[in-house]
């Protein structure tokens, strides 16, 4: 079983940066592919980015690419997802998935991941 947690969203201005954050258990994280998902109101779950791994392969959604950085540091279980130029419309739920394989592409389907967190809110004003 593998618990994420996630951190790191809140309130902020659009054109502002934040880091969220996802802490997992498990003592095999270095073989994880993980992947940030959100959801905004009324809308399904999208994907937006992930990362093998190895840490070689990190895909991005065209929405967030050139603005968010996916990275991990295995010594503490934990990944990231640096967020730059926010917008209005990155305003969402952003959720930590986790799927325990050593795959060297990491996937941006839902259904691939096998473990997710409870989600954090992050909101962009205009």
């Known amino acids: 079983q593998v618990q994420l947690v996630e951190s790191g969203g809140g309130l902020v201005q659009a054109g502002d940066s934040l880091r969220l954050s996802c802490a997992a258990s498990g003592r095999t994280f270095s073989s994880y592919v993980m992947g940030w998902f959100r959801q905004a109101p009324g809308k399904e779950r999208e994907f937006v980015a992930g990362?093998?791994?190895?840490?070689?392969?990190?895909p991005y959604a065209d929405s967030v690419k050139g603005r968010f950085t996916i990275s991990r540091d295995n010594a503490k279980n934990t990944v990231y997802l640096q967020m730059n130029s926010l917008k209005s419309e990155d305003t969402a739920v952003y959720y930590c998935?986790?799927?325990?394989?050593?795959?060297?592409?990491?996937?941006?389907?839902?259904?691939?991941?096998?473990?997710w967190g409870q989600g954090t809110q992050l909101t962009v004003s205009s």
């Open positions: 990362i093998s791994w190895s840490g070689r392969n990190t």
């Open positions: 998935a986790a799927r325990p394989d050593y795959a060297t592409i990491a996937s941006t389907l839902l259904m691939n991941y096998d473990y």
